[in-house]
T-cell receptor
Framework: GEDVEQSLFLSVREGDSSVINCTYT??????LYWYKQEPGAGLQLLTY?????DMKQDQRLTVLLNKKDKHLSLRIADTQTGDSAIYFC??????????FGAGTTVTVRA | GAVVSQHPSRVICKSGTSVKIECRSL??????MFWYRQFPKQSLMLMAT?????????EQGVEKDKFLINHASLTLSTLTVTSAHPEDSSFYIC????????????????FGPGTRLTVL
């Protein structure tokens, strides 16, 4: 099956940019997602990118996709305390099933 | 937006008992629902895919007789953990997928808040 890897922890100062990285193995992945999970809550879709795109920007969020290296990243500009959460990278192919990374816990410090 | 609820949010049960978890799509019809299991500090692992009116498709290694899934309507799917044991303690999350939309992402899943199961 699909392997999705991401670093487990990221600590960032309030106001700085956060960059969360993800690698995947299946080159046929069509949609690539970033989800946010706050304590005790379900997953919230933050943004996604289609496999034929290199970059997508949505307000403070920027997604970069390097298909050659199978590398996906999420940049959060001007990180706020409300951005503290677990961020999951997920990929899907034609069967619509999602494969998730282990999640990156982002801690924003004042 | 699309809302998915799960009930109960937390359940504690004795070993050997069965527990039913409900997943509902509140404002849309879900042709497909997914059940995931999440261990602490780990990723979501897909357990099974259920389509309304048909049998669920289980992922490799998931015991279908232990984790019974019923998708009886377009807004409700249930997961029953039968004869639960302490190793079944986990966070169970469902997601619901509306019919394929013309608006991308076409296969977006909407997630419930999860159910924390503790088996004593």
């Amino acid at each position: 099956g699909e392997d999705v890897e991401q670093s487990l922890f990221l600590s960032v100062r309030e106001g700085d940019s956060s960059v969360i990285n993800c690698t995947y193995t299946d080159s046929s992945s069509t949609y690539l997602y970033w989800y946010k999970q706050e304590p005790g809550a379900g997953l919230q879709l933050l943004t996604y990118i289609f496999s034929n795109m290199d970059m997508k920007q949505d307000q403070r969020l920027t997604v970069l996709l390097n298909k050659k290296d199978k590398h996906l990243s999420l940049r959060i500009a001007d990180t706020q305390t409300g951005d503290s959460a677990i961020y999951f990278c997920a990929v899907s192919s034609n069967d619509y099933k999602l494969s998730f990374g282990a999640g990156t816990t982002v801690t924003v410090r004042a | 937006g699309a809302v998915v609820s799960q009930h109960p949010s937390r359940v504690i049960c004795k070993s050997g008992t069965s527990v039913k978890i409900e997943c509902r799509s509140l404002d849309f019809q879900a042709t497909t629902m997914f059940w995931y299991r999440q261990f602490p500090k780990q990723s979501l692992m897909l357990m099974a895919t259920s389509n309304e009116g048909s049998k669920a498709t289980y992922e490799q290694g998931v015991e279908k007789d232990k984790f019974l899934i019923n998708h009886a309507s377009l807004t409700l799917s249930t997961l029953t953990v039968t004869s639960a044991h302490p190793e079944d303690s986990s966070f169970y999350i469902c997601s619901a997928q509306p019919p394929t939309s013309a608006t991308p992402p076409a296969n977006e899943q909407f997630f419930g808040p999860g159910t924390r199961l503790t088996v004593l």
